[in-house]
């Protein structure tokens, strides 16, 4: 995979001549969640057209810019909009942007995700927080990957997803009195939604919530060492036996909910977060 680490090297080269900025944390932002930009104070809007490699979105909701600016008084970069399997990119393609972020100096990683209910306590409008996932995409972004450079070949994924962001995050919503879910998120290839069948598989499996992006981003993180965490917004909940049609814009008002408790929460583990000057990048 030269050409891929190739690809990171030209990405991060441009990016470090246009904007002079070194950021802590990547944070990605799925369908509908794009507020988190908002509260930055922005020192740079980047289009991804003009990004070496870079992919442009092709999903309503997804506004495509790169975002450097302050965010907890913490340099971060956002990626406002992010890529998926279903639009006909690689797995190298979509995580790409993780392995910018990293390349960039960001040794912490927020994503936050659009997904679909399956945990029957769940209601649209709630926020779950990741705390393992399934990966039923039938594909992964370290297949085939050989180079060194780009970290191990067999990274260890019984941490995914950081204990301690998770802790402070939980913490953070008891002192905001912000409801906040727990669970497992399976990812699958999309585009279509599940059928009532396969709802049901995935209840059965151990499954929370179900979504079609986030988790090879997550495993591209683990790779680079990233401390991640992750936040979903559930836009409907399926339920196998009384399954309703689902729009996208459906999808989109309900992330709208969630997403400015996504946002401030996202705020407030930044600022609650001790940063560890010891890991590398």
């Known amino acids: 995979m030269e050409d891929l ?3 990171i090297q030209e990405a991060a080269a441009f990016l470090k001549r246009t904007v002079d900025f070194k950021p802590d944390a990547g944070i990605i932002l799925g369908t509908g969640l794009g507020g988190v930009a ?3 104070e922005i020192a740079e809007r ?11 979105s092709t999903v309503e909701g997804h506004s495509g810019h790169l975002v450097f600016g302050k965010l907890a008084n913490r340099p971060v970069v956002v990626m406002q909009g992010r ?4 639009e006909g990119y690689s797995m190298h393609q979509i995580t790409l942007p993780v392995r910018l972020m990293h390349a960039l100096g960001a040794r912490y990683l927020f994503v936050n995700s659009a997904a679909g209910g399956l945990n029957p306590q769940f209601v649209p409008g709630d926020i779950m927080i990741v705390t393992d996932h399934l990966n039923l995409m039938g594909q992964n972004p ?3 990957m050989v180079d060194p450079r780009l970290g191990d070949r067999f990274p ?3 941490c995914a997803y950081d204990r301690e962001m998770i802790r402070i995050a939980l913490n953070a919503a008891l002192d905001l009195k912000m409801h906040l879910q727990a669970g497992v998120y399976a990812a699958v290839q999309g585009p279509c939604l599940e059928t009532p069948a396969e709802t049901r598989m995935l209840r059965i499996l151990g499954a929370d919530a179900v979504g079609m992006s986030t988790v090879p981003e997550v495993i591209v993180a683990v790779q680079c060492r990233m401390r991640t965490m992750v936040l979903a917004a559930i836009t409907n909940v399926n339920l196998p036996d009384c399954m309703k049609p689902v729009s996208v814009q459906e999808v989109i008002a309900n992330a709208s909910i969630a997403e400015p408790k ?3 929460l996202i705020q407030e583990t930044l600022l609650r977060l001790t940063f560890d000057e010891t890991i590398e990048v």
């Not at 980047?46 to 442009?56: A, K, Q, T, V």
């Not at 890529?83 to 279903?86: I, K, R, T």
Request: hydrophobic letters at 35%.
């Open 38 to 40: 908002e509260r930055l």
């Open 5 to 7: 680490y190739q690809w």
């Open 83 to 86: 890529f998926h399997s279903y």
């Open 156 to 158: 260890e994924m019984s």
């Open 262 to 264: 996504i946002s401030l």
């Open 46 to 56: 980047i289009p991804y057209s003009r990004i070496p490699h870079f992919l442009e």
């Open 142 to 144: 370290l297949r085939g």
